[in-house]
């Protein structure tokens, strides 16, 4: 019997989670009070975030608009560090007449809602998005994309409002795929993750301005401990042409020749170099005991991470895959067979938690080692960059799941 429960309670006013405990003074050791709080974190999160992006019209909030007619940037560049409009980084005025630039030759409605943003429950409208897009430097046909990105973060799959507020250093990455990469220009080749291009750059930006000033994250509900440069944008193209397999999307269930964005949690990078490994064995060899990190490991006791990680390939090291015969299927299953976290990989206290949550959940409290995610399919492939024998491990965090959109023209 679970030593936790949670429910809801519904008053006059409002439906808010009230977690019962059964405790009593001096009844429970600190191993079992660890497991009280490990039951209580994810239903509590997931009833504080996600329960409430299914609540009525009622509780949706209308979020403070950028949108002005001040001329000044330095006037404007006041106001949104008072606002909290901002990322810290120069910001463009978004005048009302840049705003209907955007939709001037549209029949869409600039009031449409675009997704209800946790976990503020942020009324993020088209006009508002608009906003957002031009205060990150976004050219002006860049909201299909955008309002794409949007919805995809907002899909509760994704856990918007739980990544939000962690205290981890988690943010939103954003992978196009489609015709969209060429319209908009973004960059798929050499330093496809880094800066220089100035669609990557704002339209990552533009999705965390937006999703950050709707949810609240900049406010009450911002408290990553350390927080990660990919905070300001972190949005690149996969190079489909250098890819030995299918687009990310299509893998992801979108059909063919449509442009998407998959919109995956990111808690840093780390480059993984091997510039010696010509054979496909070798390579994953490398590519598995890569991302298998005791720091990573999560409190769920059957993962390091229960939701969806990423790994970037280089064009070079998905040719010696592809060459090899390999589907991005068998990569994946392979990775995850041999990387694994060990227990004695572990801290003794980590270790003896986890043999304790495992036993709460009905599982055999003796490990030997986790494996990296709960599936091989939550080890997600996409090819990007230019020469060079250098791939990236993406971190994913918790149990956010990637989520693909279609982008359709509005």
């Known amino acids: 019997m679970s030593l936790a429960r949670l429910h809801a309670r519904q008053d006059g006013y409002s439906a808010f989670p009230i977690a019962s405990v059964p405790f009593a003074q001096f009844e429970f050791s600190a191993d079992q009070v660890q497991i009280v709080v490990t039951e209580l974190l994810e239903p509590l999160s997931t009833a504080l975030f996600q329960g409430r992006e299914r609540g009525d019209a009622s509780e949706i909030v209308q979020p403070s608009s950028p949108y002005t007619d001040v001329d000044s940037e330095e006037v404007f560049q006041s106001l949104a560090n008072e606002k909290g409009w901002g990322d810290g ?3 463009v005025v978004p005048r009302q007449d ?3 630039v955007i939709f001037e030759r549209s029949r869409i409605d600039p009031e449409q809602i675009v997704a209800v943003v946790p976990p503020r429950r942020g009324r993020l409208t088209l006009r508002y998005l608009a906003a957002n897009a031009i205060m990150a430097g976004c050219t002006t046909d860049s909201l299909p994309a955008l309002s794409a990105a949007i919805q995809a973060a907002c899909d509760p799959r994704f856990q ?3 990544l939000l507020s962690t205290t981890s250093p988690a943010t939103t990455l954003a992978i196009f795929n489609g015709p969209i990469v060429n319209q908009l220009g973004l960059n798929s080749g050499t330093r496809a993750l ?20 709707a949810g609240g ?9 350390l927080g990660q440069p990919g905070d300001y944008a972190f949005c690149f193209a996969e190079n489909e042409l250098a890819s030995p397999w299918p687009p990310l999307s299509v893998d992801q269930g979108i059909a063919p020749g449509q442009s998407a964005v998959t919109i995956v949690a990111s808690a840093g990078f780390c480059e993984i170099r091997d510039s010696v490994s010509s054979d496909a064995e070798n390579l994953l060899f490398t590519l598995a005991h890569s991302i298998a990190l005791a720091g990573l490991v999560g409190p769920s006791g059957t993962a390091m991470i229960n939701g969806h990680l990423t790994l970037v390939l280089s064009p070079d090291h998905a040719r010696i895959l ?16 041999h990387a694994c976290v060990r227990a004695d990989q572990l801290s003794p206290a980590n270790r003896r ?4 949550t495992r036993s709460s959940r009905g599982l055999p409290a003796i490990f030997e080692q986790l494996p990296v995610t709960e599936t091989p399919r939550y080890i997600l492939i996409a090819v990007a960059g230019g020469i060079g024998t250098k791939s990236a491990f993406v971190p994913g965090w918790g149990s956010c799941l990637a989520v693909t959109y279609p982008i359709i023209e509005l």
């Open 322 to 337: 592809g060459n090899a015969g390999l589907s991005r299927q068998a990569v994946q299953q392979w990775i995850w067979e």
């Open 194 to 213: 880094g800066a220089g291009n100035r669609a990557n750059a704002t339209l990552g930006r533009a999705v965390r301005l937006a999703l950050r000033n």
């Open 217 to 225: 994250e900049a406010g009450a509900t911002g408290k990553s401990t």
């Open 89 to 91: 980084l120069p910001l």
């Open 98 to 100: 840049r705003v209907d």
């Open 160 to 162: 918007l409002g739980s």
């Open 353 to 356: 938690n986890l043999e304790i």
